[in-house]
């Protein structure tokens, strides 16, 4: 457990932010058929700093620290930012392509590549119990995207592809120090995601005129939502085990479900389910797995197993 851990509170934040980032999405699916995914992820950065910098301002912790700007870690922070900008494109184009909720479930295959990635990066030993459960999970993506059918499009790799680079920002996350604040780490994160995001948008042919003050108005809420929920989501995840929190993600498929038949009628039913299910009990499969192994490891220090 972590010094500090305050579980009930993590708990309350990350589910705001999972609404934060449905109502992000939201949007980007609005303002899609106008401006490309590399341009909204531009605005979304330059909007979000805004958010990080008034948490990093009221930060108690970084005012005790002396108001350092500089961390150590630095460099694994900026490519943290990196890693965001490509997650962000493949999942706005996703968002843009697809229907929302179906796009939204197959990012959820982020907590598989989460599992998988902390073996080479955080050193844990990954046994029986959690490989079966990645490979439930993504026998689950298997079967939304459908591959080898009819229904099968390619764009579906583009939400894959936004999980996997995801879970590498979750888990860089967790390599950071842990005295550094959660503002600093994020504000970090967000200027190299805005820096690169406006790199891609150059490169896809630049950023569109906006088309109208109502579009302005939405792009602004946007990155507010967006920036919003990330701070929330580093600071949840830095007061807790992420054990602890994972179970409440899998809340945001039924709302994704919810959200895109309210706002754009869809009702992807055949094509969510049952891989949804699978998906969220491979990730339900590895929480359990991590909570039975932290009650093991209190008792028995070198029982850690599977």
């Known amino acids: 457990m972590r010094p500090n851990d305050r579980t009930g509170l993590a708990i309350v934040l990350s589910l705001l932010a999972l609404t934060l980032f449905d109502a992000m999405g939201l949007v980007i699916k609005h303002l899609s058929v106008t401006y490309t995914a590399a341009e909204l992820s531009a605005w979304r950065n330059l909007f979000g700093i805004i958010p990080a910098v008034i948490a990093l301002v009221l930060s108690r ?39 929302f909720a179906t796009a939204s479930t197959i990012t959820y295959a982020n907590a598989l590549f989460m599992t ?59 390599q950071m120090d842990d005295d550094v604040p959660s503002p600093l780490v994020n504000l970090y994160s967000s200027v190299a995601a805005l820096f690169g995001a406006i790199i891609l948008a150059l490169a896809f042919g630049g950023f569109s005129p906006i088309a109208s003050w109502s579009d302005l108005g939405w792009i602004a809420a ?8 990330v701070l929330l989501l580093v600071i949840s995840y830095r007061m807790t085990e992420p054990s602890n929190l994972a179970p409440f993600s899998y809340f945001g498929i039924p709302l994704a479900f919810l959200l895109g038949w309210l706002f754009f009628g869809e009702t992807p039913w055949d094509a969510l389910f049952p891989g949804a299910l699978l998906i969220a009990a491979g990730g339900l499969l590895i929480i359990w797995r991590e909570r039975h192994r932290s009650r093991i490891s209190a008792t028995r220090p070198d029982a850690a197993g599977n």
């Open 116 to 174: 998988a990635l902390a073996v080479p990066l955080l050193g844990e030993k990954v046994g029986w119990v959690r490989w079966s459960a990645v490979l439930i999970g993504f026998v689950g993506v298997v079967l939304v995207m459908k591959p080898g059918s009819d229904a099968f499009t390619p764009v579906a790799l583009l939400p894959l592809a936004a999980a996997a680079f995801y879970a590498l920002v979750t888990v860089q996350a967790r």
């Open 222 to 229: 946007m990155g507010a939502f967006g920036g919003t929920a």
């Open 61 to 99: 912790k970084w005012h005790n620290a002396g108001r350092r700007l500089r961390i150590r870690q630095w460099k694994l922070a900026l490519m943290r930012g990196a890693v965001v900008t490509f997650a962000q494109l493949f999942f706005y184009m996703s968002l843009g392509l697809m229907a």
